[in-house]
């Protein structure tokens, strides 16, 4: 192939394969687009968002692409990406820093471990977890719980894995499989998979796999590594200081909200399927992810902000701290998003599915492959996600509608598999809990482990059956 692979090639390789030369080239082209991503992140401590941005410049010069026509096919990415997700994770961002500030999340850990008592203290931990979790991104969580795993585990004189294990399952399991987390929201809409069904499937997988690498492997982390909570002392909680707290019922309402109305317009689509019956009319629109979430917001406002005491001058300020912090993540996504459509305009696509089709490998488990490999080198789940997202999309093309939902599913698994010393959230929980490297490892990095192959392994077994 003489000249680089654009958008006007990608179109012409519609019809017929591309040469075996070519899908050599572009095969290297997209290994040094990756390597260097990977070099910029690992070795020189770039900003992911500026990796990934000279990662796809990179591509299309390796792929032989004119530089004009990359740089286009970055910014295009970027900008659909950002407009498909990049006000999901705001209003996610605002639901959670709602929940936080006002203590409705301090209501839903303190009324479940009033109830919870000696063995029950770690499934305890895990719903908790996983309630918080859905709202909420991955490292605020972490902030979040923390003083309560530390407290729990000092009264009650637990083992700190047997308690701080299922807590960072039910977070992770969350972050990875179920939307509205930014990693599962781009591999949707990167391969226009159905959200609803997607948000049910992934709550199937996520019970199983939550329970397994939480309760259940916290009792053999807590024999390997025995140790008890750090002295040190615990962070204020954020209702610590306020007189009112939401109330428990109405708080799993408005945190649940958004998920039930993402459900009930998937259960519509499935059993009416009829775009003009007015049930299904009214539940694509309150259903849809912006308005479920924009929903949840506002009714949050009254039932979490109001509830607390909170004038509306303080939820105002609630709702602008919530967004600055986020503005790394939605610069990520969309790099991603650029570098993900950079692939697609020079052609890996195409050359996925020439080189893939005389495989005996499954779509699932290689698209939970690319995935793996990705997560291992850049330590990023989200950059795992977007980037695997990007290089199978062509492969869902004539899936039905759950197999895409499941190809989502598969990606999100392998985007978690053995969190080590490139990931930041490694660093975060090893200093948290006060452990070593090692100890980080056979804990932590096990557990993520454990989330990835049981995910892959039940996401494989839904596809054999639905």
Do not use: C
């Not at 002295?231 to 707290?245: D, L």
């Not at 893939?356 to 795992?384: D, E, F, Q, Y």
């Amino acid at each position: 192939m003489t000249t680089g692979l654009s958008v006007e090639t990608l179109a012409a390789a519609a019809t017929g394969p591309i040469s075996t030369a070519g899908n050599a080239r572009l095969g290297i082209a997209v290994l040094a687009g990756i390597a260097v991503i990977v070099l910029l992140i690992t070795r020189f401590k770039l900003h992911a968002f500026l990796a990934l941005t000279v990662g796809s410049l990179a591509l299309g010069v390796f792929a032989g692409a004119p530089m004009a026509k990359t740089v286009a096919s970055f910014t295009a990415g970027l900008g659909t990406t950002v407009a498909g997700v990049g006000v999901l994770i705001a209003l996610g961002a605002i639901l959670g820093k709602l929940l936080a500030d006002s203590g409705g999340a301090d209501e839903i850990v303190d009324t479940i471990l009033a109830r919870a008592k000696g063995r029950a203290m770690p499934w305890a931990m895990v719903l908790i977890a996983s309630v918080i979790g859905l709202p909420l991104f991955f490292e605020v969580g972490i902030v979040l719980l923390i003083p309560v795993v530390l407290l729990v585990a000092k009264r009650g004189n637990y083992s700190l894995m047997r308690i701080g294990i299922p807590a960072l399952a039910g977070l992770s399991v969350m972050h990875g499989l179920v939307p509205p987390h930014p990693g599962p929201l781009v591999a949707i809409d990167a391969l226009h998979a159905n959200l609803g069904i997607t948000l049910g499937l992934g709550v199937l997988v996520a019970i199983p796999t939550v329970i397994i690498a939480g309760p259940l492997f916290s009792r053999y982390a807590a024999r390997w590594v025995d140790i008890p909570a750090p002295e040190r002392v615990v962070e204020a909680r954020p209702s610590a200081e306020s007189a009112h707290r939401p109330r428990f019922g109405a708080t799993v309402f408005t945190v649940l909200l958004p998920v039930a109305l993402m459900l009930v317009k998937a259960l519509v689509d499935i059993v009416v399927d009829d775009p003009a019956d007015p049930v299904q009319r009214v539940t694509d629109v309150v259903g849809s992810p912006m308005i479920a979430l924009l929903t949840a917001v506002l009714v949050g406002m009254f039932t979490l902000g109001r509830a607390a005491g909170f004038t509306r001058a303080r939820i105002s300020t609630t709702v602008e701290k919530s967004l600055a912090p986020i503005a790394g993540t939605l610069l990520i996504v969309g790099a991603g998003g650029g570098f993900k459509q950079t692939l697609i305009d020079v052609g890996v696509g195409q050359m996925i599915l020439d080189v893939s089709k005389n495989w005996a490998v499954p779509t699932l488990l290689l698209a939970w492959l690319i995935a793996v490999a990705i997560r291992l080198a850049t330590g990023s789940a989200t950059v795992a996600t977007i980037s695997a997202a990007g290089l199978v999309a062509p492969l869902a093309a004539d899936m039905s509608t759950t197999g895409t939902a499941l190809l989502v599913l598969a990606i999100g698994a392998g985007s978690l598999f053995f969190s080590h010393v490139n990931d930041a959230g490694f660093w975060l929980v090893k200093e948290y809990f006060g452990m070593t490297v090692g100890q980080t490892l056979k804990t932590w990095s096990v557990m993520e482990t454990i989330i990835s192959v049981v995910g892959l392994g039940l996401v494989l077994l839904l596809s054999l059956v639905l």
